[in-house]
């Protein structure tokens, strides 16, 4: 993948048929790319839900691997890069999951993570910071606005402090309070990646023009177009 100005990428989407609670057909697939080719998204992760509770990976990696050849038979010419990911959600024991590097973006060392929804531990820190220090992976947690409210901006920006990256979704810079709590983490370095986190073409349509107008304005285009080069970066920082 070639890094040359004006590229955007979208780090966070379920637009994969058939894998979690995102989109329902190749066709509804196929019209999600439409709309993120028009609002100039030419790099997209594919980032289906992955439960340990409730999935084995080889089930997931197949299906994953399945539903990707589908979507990919059907893509016409200009539509943009697909590069297959996972959001894996946190789990007591996380660190001993073998199939863990699998679960990577691409062929990156990038493994995208859904922290709990309520105060993080001290274990569950500690387990972030152990993956990260194993030099394999580079860990992102998943819209990390969704984990302010209960209390975790000091743990974020300790781990931010160790390395770990975090992605904004791109709804987020919506709304005056909430967007200008985003601007004041985008300021002080805890934004690192952004994502539309897109499910389907109603309620939760691809949407990354919203983050990236807004930060366009308020920051300026070199600050939006770090934010994405950094992106293709790590994806390009490949793991052999
Ligand atoms: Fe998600």
């Known amino acids: 993948m070639m890094n040359k100005s004006g590229q955007r990428i979208d780090f966070h989407s379920h637009i994969l048929h058939r894998m979690d609670d995102g989109s329902l057909t190749p066709e509804m697939s196929l019209d999600m790319l439409r709309e993120q080719m028009r609002q ?5 992760v594919l980032t ?3 439960y340990a509770s409730s999935d084995y990976p080889e089930h997931f990696l ?10 990919t038979a059907n893509l016409t010419p200009g539509m943009p890069v697909l590069i297959p990911g996972a959001e ?7 660190t001993a999951m073998e199939e863990l590097p699998q679960m990577r973006i691409g062929r990156s060392r990038c493994l995208l993570i859904e922290m709990p929804f309520l105060p993080w531990t001290g274990r569950m820190l500690d387990d972030i910071l152990e993956l990260t220090h194993r030099g394999q992976y580079r860990i992102i947690l998943a819209h990390i606005e969704r984990y302010l409210s209960y209390g975790n901006e000091p743990a974020l920006r300790k781990l931010a402090d160790s390395g770990v990256l ?13 967007s200008r709590k985003m601007l004041r983490l985008l300021d002080d370095g805890l934004i690192h990646l952004l994502g539309s986190d897109c499910h389907n073409t109603a309620a939760r349509p691809p949407n990354l023009e919203t983050a990236c107008s807004f930060i366009e304005k308020k920051r300026g285009a070199d ?3 770090n934010i994405m080069n950094r992106g293709l ?3 390009n920082e490949t793991t052999e």
Do not use: C, W
């Open 40 to 44: 100039g998204v030419d790099h997209i």
């Open 48 to 50: 289906p839900h992955f």
């Open 62 to 71: 197949t299906k994953r691997r399945q539903r990707l050849e589908e979507l």
């Open 88 to 94: 894996v959600q946190y789990f007591d024991g996380i």
């Open 166 to 178: 975090m992605q904004a979704n791109s709804a987020s810079f919506q709304g005056i309070f909430r």
């Open 223 to 225: 600050v939006l177009q």
């Open 233 to 235: 970066h790590l994806l």
